[in-house]
């Protein structure tokens, strides 16, 4: 609409003048050499403006030809990049579809039309990495290291097919340059924080944290959480020789992180050392009500060394009542009561967990009660020895697969830092037909046997059989076979299938299986 009244305006104001010209009628003369031309000044001006439309008309033309051939190689070298970012597009399209033969076209078709654009290297390398051709990758992803703009993008690169290779240094550098060079760059930070973490170098760990959380790389409380693991990882490797040390590093994880176990159970520990028993004892309930947690109720429990059985099971009924009467806690009773030998009250204690599948550690329990009352012997401490060899399991440490009875700052697999947490494993059982108890089993030790190949990430499978005459005269224990954990990298048996194994020991290993709840 603007236009229309721009054009109009303009009309207007050129008829303005041409009528302003025909009221006021004049000659104009041109004399050159020897000549005299007059004319009208409305002819003239109309002789002006047409010679200036006939000049303007040949620049053109004079410009045109000059500029043909330029012309030419420019619409030849946009028609020739056009089908190059059609290619490029179309290649990236393919590796994301995983279609390693039309990557590899569209890749070299990208290489020819447009060369060595970043873009281009780059769907070269992913094309030979889903292809399998690591070489390739390689070298396409060191040719863009080798250019300035792209050099972190091939870092990258390199960084992933060295972790691919199992070549840890060569990541390890890889990732340790592209955070000099661009410190906010994630893959890198994360890189260099678990490289650090699994070689124990906490103090480098601690600033690779904070340089990450002033970057705007983590949030806070991830920032305060893995600092929290840190310190707590300082405290306690110096815990048995630095103990002021370790006191100082791990109270400030403690008030980073109060619901960190590991962090409450060695304050708790060092602060009982001092004598400071009121804190330590803020410090394990705090933890406990958030994380009811059976290293928690040792400490708290063990707080005053000499404390009587009975005291012992005061404390316990404390944690019980702050955590509303957990699991653990009704454990820690139970555990407590036995070693007061008030065999009812752990009983009692105990009753609650034995209603829905009884765990590992409940009938353990259950039986160190029978034995301690009613003596090693008993058919009911028999019974609850072979109902722990088929129980669910209990919660352990679990990071990346590896199930472990104590806590570790980092993962073993991957270096990954705080990846333990407490839960149950897996409780896959497959349970052998009942046969006739005839013949009597020949007593033996209990057999780890492999019951599958290892493909060198995950361990073989194996299988936990324990045939014990002790037990009893019922059906032989059924076969355990614990279900295949990703991530997993030692060979051997799995950890968890060796301690239920050990649950399945004659009753005189029940008192000592129990002993480690309390």
């Not at 990430?457 to 019922?474: G, W």
């Not at 279900?483 to 030692?490: E, M, V």
Request: net charge neutral.
């Amino acid at each position: 609409m603007w236009r229309a009244l721009a054009f109009l305006a303009l009309l207007a104001l050129a008829a303005f003048g041409a009528v302003w010209i025909a009221d006021r009628p004049g000659t104009v003369t041109v004399v050159w050499n020897g000549y005299q031309i007059g004319t009208s000044l409305a002819v003239a001006l109309v002789g002006v403006i047409a010679a200036a439309i006939v000049l303007g008309l040949l620049w053109a033309i004079v410009r045109g030809v000059i500029g043909l051939p330029e012309a030419l190689v420019r619409g030849s070298a946009e028609r020739r990049r056009a089908k190059g970012l059609s290619a490029l597009s179309r290649g990236m399209v393919a590796v994301g579809s995983g279609d390693p033969l039309a990557a590899r076209r569209y890749a070299g078709d990208a290489e020819r039309l447009l060369g060595s654009e970043p873009l281009t290297l780059l769907l070269k390398a992913q094309a030979a990495q889903i292809s399998g051709d690591r070489d390739a990758a390689e070298s396409a992803f060191q040719r863009m290291v080798d250019d300035p703009e792209t050099r972190v993008l091939g870092l990258r690169g390199l960084f992933v097919e060295a972790r691919r290779r199992e070549d840890e240094t060569a990541a390890r550098a890889y990732a340790t340059e592209a955070a000099r060079l661009a410190p906010s760059v994630t893959w890198a930070n994360e890189a260099l924080l678990e490289a650090q973490s699994a070689d124990g170098d906490w103090a480098a760990a601690l600033e690779t944290i904070e340089r990450r959380s002033s970057l705007g790389l983590i949030d806070k409380a991830t920032a305060r959480r893995q600092r929290a693991v840190l310190l707590t990882a300082i405290a306690g490797e110096r815990e048995a020789g630095e103990p002021e040390l370790a006191g100082e590093r791990v109270l400030q994880a403690v008030k980073l992180a109060p619901d960190l176990v590991p962090a409450a159970c060695i304050a708790g520990r060092l602060l009982a050392r001092r004598g400071d028993l009121k804190k330590a004892a803020r410090i394990a309930e705090a933890a406990w009500k958030a994380n009811p947690h059976p290293d928690l109720a040792k400490v708290y429990l063990g707080l005053r060394p000499g404390d009587s059985v009975r005291d012992r099971l005061a404390r316990a009924e404390t944690l019980a009542k702050l955590s509303s009467w957990d699991p653990e806690a009704r454990l820690a009773v139970a555990q407590a009561a036995l070693d007061a030998r008030d065999y009812g009250r752990a009983r009692e204690a105990a009753k609650p967990l034995l209603a829905d599948r009884p765990t590992v550690r409940a009938c353990l329990m259950m039986a160190a009660i029978e034995e301690a009352e009613h003596g090693a012997a008993s058919g009911q401490a028999r019974e609850w020895l072979a109902r722990a060899a088929r129980a669910p399991r209990d919660p352990v440490w679990i990071a990346d697969g590896v199930a472990s009875d104590t806590w570790a700052p980092v993962s073993p697999v991957t270096g990954r830092l705080d990846a333990f947490a407490w839960r149950e494993p897996p409780n896959t059982l497959v349970a052998a037909p009942a046969v006739d108890p005839e013949p009597e089993p020949k007593p033996s030790a209990p057999v780890l046997a492999p019951a599958g190949p290892s493909d060198g990430l995950n361990p073989p499978r194996a299988s936990v059989t324990d045939q014990n005459a002790s037990e009893s005269k019922a059906a032989p224990l059924p076969t355990l076979v614990p279900a295949p954990t990703s991530g997993d990298k030692a060979d051997g048996p799995d950890p968890v299938s060796a301690g239920m194994a050990a649950a399945a020991l004659p009753a005189s290993g029940a008192e000592r299986a129990v002993r480690r709840i309390g």
